[in-house]
């Protein structure tokens, strides 16, 4: 079964800072990996994802991940944070294989909370 | 605005009642999702329609029926509400071959 695992509750982190939000996962074949983003109060918002090619990938407001097959993982990074940026942040991984019931699994989200 | 929209966004409700969560999709995808995300913010999968068939059934309570009038529609109804549904409810769609899903922004349901 697919899982994903997000080992931080809560990522602090000073307003100009890099910012980073941990993610691995598991799955049987190649992963489709997803960020989203979850402000008070709201949806869930897409950030960005890996289906295949660079393992650098580039999101929205600045975010961008890099999937790592070797380590399982799938870090969201930011070179530089904003209090803006403070909200609840969630992995998700999808098994292609499963065709239509092919569904998306989240981890159980980090916190992040940017301070000046 | 092309979306997923959600009716209603709050509902409080007393033990024992009968409420149904509606939701619609203009994006022309063809699945959609409910998903359960609890006081802790863990978001679980429901049920998923595929074409108005179901095709994703996790362990929920047979209280829970999900209705799919058509494919742009995918309805909850909870029978017997207990203090336990107290949730916020997601519906998500997507397209077959897409890979993300597009979340409506949730109903918060309260039972008292």
């Known amino acids: 079964a697919q899982s994903v695992a997000q080992p931080e509750d809560q990522v602090n982190v000073a307003e100009g800072n890099p910012l980073t939000v941990k993610c691995t996962y598991s799955v049987s074949g190649n992963p489709y990996l997803f960020w989203y983003v979850q402000y008070p109060n709201r949806g869930l918002q897409f950030l960005l994802k890996?289906?295949?090619?660079?393992?650098l990938v580039k999101g929205s407001y600045g975010f961008e991940a890099e999937f790592n097959k070797s380590q399982t993982s799938f870090h969201l990074k930011k070179p530089s944070a904003l209090v803006s940026d403070s909200a609840l942040y969630f992995c998700?991984?999808?098994?292609?294989?499963?065709?239509?019931?092919?569904?998306?699994?989240f981890g159980t989200g980090t916190r992040l909370q940017v301070t000046l | 605005d092309t979306a997923v929209s959600q009716t209603p966004k709050y509902l409080v409700t007393q033990m024992g009642n009968d409420k149904s969560i509606k939701c619609e999709q203009n994006l022309g995808h063809d699945t959609m999702y409910w998903y359960k995300q609890d006081s802790k913010k863990f978001l679980k999968i429901m049920f998923s329609y595929n074409n108005k068939e179901l095709i994703i059934n996790e362990t929920v309570p047979n209280r829970f029926s999900p209705k799919s009038p058509d494919k742009a529609h995918l309805n909850l109804h909870i029978n017997s509400l207990e203090l336990g549904d107290s949730a916020v409810y997601f519906c998500a769609s997507s397209r077959t071959g897409d890979y993300g899903y597009t979340f409506g922004s949730g109903t918060r349901l309260t039972v008292v």
């Open positions: 890996y289906i295949t090619g660079d393992n």
């Open positions: 998700a991984v999808r098994d292609p294989w499963t065709g239509t019931a092919s569904k998306l699994t």
